[in-house]
């Protein structure tokens, strides 16, 4: 059987926290408030962790072996690592940028959705329009009770899965369009890339929504102009650093063989070919158990977010596609370069 590349485990672990989204939106939606608040909590810390690699350390490898001192501890040296960079096209963008933007976006769409989930708790905790209240207070309540909260709240299901499906779209844009085009790590990639959806936002998409250029009519001061920014850099930071994380991998030397990259190829590959059917599968089969269980339910609630866990289940048996024993055999560098 082949290796599996320990990034892998990384984006099944991102995948549990997509998961926890939809658990965090269905106690919100049942007005379980504190449920939601913690299980969004324990994905944003997750999602911090994952993101930045803080629980990783940077392998480095001296230039060369030295003998250690009499008074020093022999220990065996670490293995040398090389990256391994996917080619590019004559347009500048990644071999398999498709299927890549598409994951990476599915994911950067929960970390942000579990942003937008804290940052809705918070606001609810700290507004206050009672007498006395000051004017932060006043504007926090009116993020929270507002033209967008209540299109949001009475199409629930809708903004849920329009929100997901905005999220890949803006990825695929990413990857084939602006990645190749600007500099920088994919962290700080992406970050610039998060001001375009961003301003989009507040000067097209929130007058649609009669909340008028830059949330004027929102009654909310500047919070939700830069409540939004925020949002848009912590989703463009997660998609940079989560599609340079497929792009690029530091591999020991002693595994750099044309069968084991021939895994991660196919590893790739697969996670987004199960994107769809997981997404499916996860909605029929949400629908068939709420019409079967129960009928308090909303059909259309429990159809999406099966969907999103659905689609999270199969992202993540696609990342095992690579594990047949006799895949690579055959294969060659799969497009990739030292």
């Known amino acids: 059987m082949q290796r599996i590349h320990p990034r892998f485990w990384d984006i099944a672990y991102a995948l549990i926290l997509v998961v926890a989204i939809p658990v965090a939106i269905f106690h919100a939606y049942q007005d379980r408030w504190a449920q939601a608040i913690l299980v969004t909590l ?37 293995p040398t690592r090389v990256e391994l960079e996917r080619h590019r096209d004559t347009n500048g963008r990644y071999l398999g940028w498709l299927p890549m933007g598409a994951v990476s976006g599915f994911v950067a769409t929960g970390i942000m959705t579990a942003a937008v989930l804290l940052a809705y708790g918070l606001a609810a905790l700290l507004g206050s329009t009672a007498s006395g209240a000051n004017q932060l207070q006043v504007w926090f309540a009116s993020l929270v ?42 962290f700080q990639r992406g970050v610039k890339f998060g001001l375009v959806p961003w301003t989009l936002s507040i000067i097209v998409f929130f007058p649609l929504i009669g909340a008028g250029f830059f949330a ?89 977010l099966g969907a999103v866990v659905g689609s999270a289940v199969g992202v993540w048996i696609g990342s095992l596609a690579g594990l047949s024993p006799g895949i690579g055999k055959d294969g060659e560098n799969a497009g990739v370069k030292p």
């Open 145 to 186: 009770d507002n033209t967008v909260t209540e299109i949001a709240t009475v199409n629930l299901a809708v903004a849920i899965a329009v929100h997901l499906i905005a999220g890949v779209l803006w990825a695929i844009v990413y990857a084939g369009f602006v990645e190749p085009r600007v500099s920088g790590t994919g």
């Open 42 to 78: 324990a994905a944003g810390v997750g999602a911090f962790i994952l993101v930045t690699g803080w629980n990783r350390t940077d392998e480095t490898v001296p230039a060369a072996p030295t003998r250690p001192s009499p008074d020093q501890d022999a220990s065996p040296p670490q």
């Open 216 to 304: 004027a009519d929102v009654g909310a001061g500047p919070l939700p102009v830069l409540g939004n920014l925020i949002l848009h850099l912590i989703y463009g930071a997660a998609l940079g650093k989560v599609y340079a994380s497929h792009a690029i991998w530091k591999e020991p030397v002693s595994e750099v063989s044309p069968a084991n990259v021939e895994v991660l190829e196919l590893a790739q590959r697969g996670m987004a070919i199960g994107l769809i059917p997981g997404a499916i599968l996860g909605l029929i089969t949400s629908v068939v158990f709420t019409s079967a269980f129960t009928t308090e339910t909303d059909l259309l609630m429990a159809g999406v």
